[in-house]
């Protein structure tokens, strides 16, 4: 009936998202579900503003701001937002809690994906991809036939990885950096942690995967790795061959990595970014890999991003460029991550919507 068919919670997907958790609850009919119908672009603001009026729950990706406008053309039925994504920084999450709008967001499921890139963005970086693929793709192998100290590098062995951010994308690349024979794990974070000894922070789950492979090294005869925090940015900067960068967006932490923490960088470090592409003054950046203040930088995010032109410095400066490894914003893009992730926003968006069966992950 009509009166029925009114009482369903309105769900607006702003993207074509690649599982049918939404799909599934409209054929039953427990949802009215109006989606973006264009499968690779993301939605025109315009459609999402006039579509968003009467929604109880909003699925979208980190390309949809959400905003005292958008919360505004949705109206009072709005009772939540959810993103496919591990960021919110697109997203007022203030205006929602005021609002009462539960936001959704998928944490945990992409740490390995997110820790594997930055594995990659390491090993290229330190090891010259930027410079020795540039060769093989100019036809100029031949000019340059195997010399003992060519496209050479750093090992991983021994060095000391600092990370900016410690959460779980970060616990998780530390656990595998251990593979690795690094000799030392530092960490700054603003968060108030668990275990604030000096010592060690993980979580419960971290922290016995942490001593379980600490205890495997000793048995085959390896030191343990070092792991402690340190107090300032200033201390990591100074302290590390490779700086993480893995923290949350907000307006603490923009441009954090600027110039005056390249200024204390060692000129053998290398600076790498996998979260939110303002936590690095860019043009500090373009002026620091000028003068030698980092060996090199490898980032999957970069401010302005996705409007990068061809012509930007650290793409095309002759003295910039190789230097620098840059991905167009890829972390957590395995097969099997994004399905879950995918699956995650839906089974979100329909847990905060109202909608009986399905469990919610998100910022409370
Ligand atoms: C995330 O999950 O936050 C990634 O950056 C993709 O949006």
Not at 170 to 192: G, M, P
Not at 240 to 253: E, F, K, Q, R
Not at 279 to 297: I, N, Q
């Amino acid at each position: 009936s009509a009166a029925h068919a009114m009482s369903k919670p309105k769900i607006l997907l702003t993207r074509s998202f690649p599982t049918s958790l939404l799909a599934e609850a409209e054929k039953d009919g427990k949802i009215e579900l109006v989606s973006w119908p264009h499968k690779e672009k993301p939605a025109d603001r315009k459609w999402v503003l006039e579509n968003a009026k009467g929604a109880a729950g909003i699925a979208i990706t980190m390309t949809e701001k959400v905003d005292e406008e958008l919360l505004s053309a949705a109206g009072s039925s709005l009772k939540c937002i959810s993103t496919l994504s591990v960021g919110y920084d697109h997203i007022d999450v203030r205006l929602c809690k005021e609002r009462n709008i539960r936001v959704g967001n998928t944490p945990s499921v992409l740490n390995e994906a997110v820790s594997d890139l930055s594995l990659l963005l390491i090993l290229a970086i330190t090891r010259q991809a930027p410079a020795a693929t540039r060769v093989v793709r100019e036809g100029r192998w031949k000019d340059t036939p195997i010399s003992p100290m060519a496209f050479t590098g750093p090992s991983l062995k021994g060095k000391t990885i600092g990370f900016f951010g410690f959460g779980g994308i970060a616990q998780t690349l530390a656990l595998q950096l251990a593979n690795f024979d690094v000799a030392r794990i530092l960490y700054k974070t603003s968060r108030e942690r668990k275990f604030d000894s000096s010592d060690e922070y993980f979580g419960e789950f971290g922290k016995a995967h942490w001593e379980e492979r600490q205890t495997l090294r000793q048995k085959c005869g390896k030191e343990r790795i070092e792991v402690g925090s340190v107090s300032s940015l200033d201390a990591l900067a100074r302290e590390s061959d490779i700086v993480v960068v893995l923290a949350s967006l907000s307006p603490s932490t923009k441009h954090a990595i600027g110039s005056s923490f390249f200024e204390q960088m060692k000129s053998s470090a290398h600076l790498i970014n996998v979260s939110r592409g303002p936590l690095v003054d860019t043009s500090a950046l373009v002026s620091a890999l000028k003068e030698g203040k980092l060996a090199g930088a490898a980032l999957d995010v970069l401010e302005g991003e996705p409007a990068i032109p061809a012509d930007h410095p650290l793409i095309a400066d002759p003295d910039v460029k190789d230097k620098v490894f840059l991905l167009p914003h890829i972390g957590s893009a395995n097969t099997e991550t994004r399905m879950r992730m995918s699956a995650l926003t839906e089974q979100n968006v329909l847990a905060g919507a109202g909608v009986p069966g399905a469990g919610f992950e998100g910022q409370e």
